[in-house]
C-alpha cells in the first residue's frame, strides 16, 4: 500500500520497470543455460583435433 502510494506520488509506473526487469533476467538464464551446454560440448569434442573440426566446417560450407 506504502509502495503504491509512493509510485504515485513521484509517477513511477511499474509495468516498464517491472517488464525491464524480467527481461534481463530472463536474458541472464538463457546466457547461464548457453554457456552450460557450451562447456559441456567442448568436454565431448576436445578429443577432436583442430584440423578435424576445420575439414568438418569447410565440408559443410560447401554444400550449401
Same mark, same amino acid.
Given at each position: 500500500?506504502?509502495l $503504491? ?15 525491464k526487469?524480467?527481461? #534481463? ?10 554457456? #552450460?551446454k557450451?562447456?559441456?560440448?567442448? $568436454? $565431448?569434442?576436445?578429443h ?10 569447410r #565440408?559443410?560450407? #560447401?554444400?550449401?
Open positions: 500500500r506504502k $503504491k502510494e509512493l509510485l504515485d506520488k513521484y509517477g513511477i509506473k511499474p509495468s516498464p520497470i517491472i517488464r526487469a524480467l527481461e #534481463e533476467e530472463v536474458r541472464r538464464r538463457m546466457l547461464n543455460e548457453i554457456e #552450460e557450451a562447456r559441456k560440448l567442448s $568436454k $565431448k569434442v576436445s577432436i583435433p583442430d584440423e578435424e573440426i576445420v575439414r568438418i566446417i #565440408e559443410g560450407r #560447401e554444400r550449401r
